[in-house]
């Protein structure tokens, strides 16, 4: 090998040296890599166990459609209302409320999380239904529904979600934990 091209070779190789160096003098970070919590940062080297995650605590429903929903009971002709929450459009359902009878429509009706289930950073659906209290008299309505991904839309406390058509709104609590 000739002086100018071991030359070269040295060259390179300090440079290699001194590069890594370079890279290693930056000190580690660490923080949360878990997409689901609510304090993600993408930016930080090592995952530790500072990861926070959202639990719902409650659900509330405000707003309907002003109308007669069960036309053929005159005497309760006010919605009944149903909620329901879940994932994959609603075919996997987390929660499905008990029924708060003759709702007003303007009115907020909250219900406790049976389960504190964790709300992750995928898109989850909502429903709300006019259920059927009176045989022959009555039958289940879809009445309004939206969704909503909870983690990229957290605010610390809760979610708003208004439905598709823009008739009702929807309100997850939750306990970041
Ligand atoms: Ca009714
Ligand atoms: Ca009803």
């Known amino acids: 090998m000739n002086t100018w091209l071991k030359l070269i070779y040295l060259a390179a190789a300090v440079a290699i040296v001194l590069s890594s160096c370079k890279k290693d003098e930056e000190p580690d970070t660490f923080g949360c890599l ?19 995650f959202l639990y719902v605590t409650e659900f509330e429903i405000t707003y309907h459609e002003d109308k007669s929903w069960d036309d053929l009971n005159p005497l309760f002709s006010e ?80 979610v708003t979600s208004m439905s598709s058509d823009g008739t009702t709104q929807f309100k997850i609590y939750y306990d970041i934990r």
């Open 79 to 158: 919605a009944d209302l149903v909620v329901r929450v879940g994932l994959d459009n609603l075919n996997t359902v987390k929660y499905a409320s008990n029924t708060q009878l003759d709702a007003d429509p303007d009115s907020a009706y909250g219900f406790t999380a049976t389960e504190q289930f964790q709300l992750t950073n995928e898109t989850w659906y909502w429903d709300l239904s006019n259920d059927d209290m009176v045989p022959l008299l009555e039958t289940y309505d879809f009445m309004a529904g939206g969704s909503f991904n909870p983690v990229f839309s957290n605010n610390g406390s809760y």
């Open 34 to 52: 878990d997409v689901n919590a609510a304090n993600y940062d993408g930016s930080v080297d090592w995952q530790d166990n500072s990861c926070k």
